[in-house]
């Protein structure tokens, strides 16, 4: 009888402590999405990151994989922009020949930064005048991955996926 009421007193410490372990571990994968998100929040505000397409999404048509023509976005510091990324859809006035692809080098103008620490993504938005007129809306997420949305003045819009890390200096 004695060994009986020590195994369910024992069955029940056990039972009792497992809620306990699950909430830790919850709270690591919350504190751990938080640091993410922090160090995510410290790249975007450092002005120094690149930004790397692995897909594409044309107006009006299907996705498109970019691993073997991938586009990407350097911002800098000193507040300029460099963007060398592949288009796909529809053109209504660029030169006839041209590269074919959103190619742009200047300062970022009219600069908007928002961060939302609830749904831990930052909102960064820009425009920058080169051969053409681009309004560019980068949405990070917490863990660094990202969406760039592009309009232009003589192209459909497009969308990019990817992801954004620190300029490695050379």
């Known amino acids: 009888?004695?060994?009986?009421?020590?195994?369910?007193?024992?069955?029940?410490?056990?039972?009792?402590?497992?809620?306990?372990?699950?909430?830790?571990?919850?709270?690591?994968?919350?504190?751990?999405?938080?640091?993410?998100?922090?160090?995510?929040?410290?790249?975007?505000?450092?002005?120094?990151?690149?930004?790397v397409a692995d897909r594409a999404f044309p107006s009006g048509g299907a996705?498109?994989?970019?691993t073997t023509n991938y586009g990407y976005l350097k911002v800098k510091e000193d507040s300029t922009v460099v963007g060398d990324l592949p288009f796909f859809g529809r053109a209504f006035s660029v030169d006839y020949g041209?590269?074919?692809?959103?190619?742009?080098?200047?300062?970022?103008?009219?600069?908007?930064?928002?961060?939302?620490?609830?749904?831990?993504?930052?909102?960064?938005?820009?425009?920058?005048?080169?051969?053409?007129?681009?309004?560019?809306?980068l949405d990070v997420y917490y863990n660094g991955d990202a969406s760039l949305n592009v309009i232009s003045h003589n192209r459909s819009a497009i969308r990019y996926q990817g992801d954004i890390s620190r300029i490695e200096e050379n």
């Open 1 to 51: 009888m004695r060994s009986l009421v020590t195994f369910f007193l024992a069955g029940a410490f056990i039972f009792g402590a497992l809620p306990s372990v699950e909430a830790q571990q919850k709270m690591t994968t919350a504190q751990k999405r938080q640091q993410q998100f922090e160090e995510t929040k410290k790249l975007v505000e450092s002005r120094n990151f690149i930004f």
């Open 63 to 66: 996705s498109i994989d970019l």
């Open 98 to 137: 041209g590269n074919g692809g959103i190619k742009f080098s200047g300062k970022m103008d009219e600069q908007e930064y928002s961060v939302n620490e609830e749904k831990q993504n930052i909102s960064y938005s820009f425009k920058v005048k080169d051969d053409d007129y681009f309004q560019l809306r």
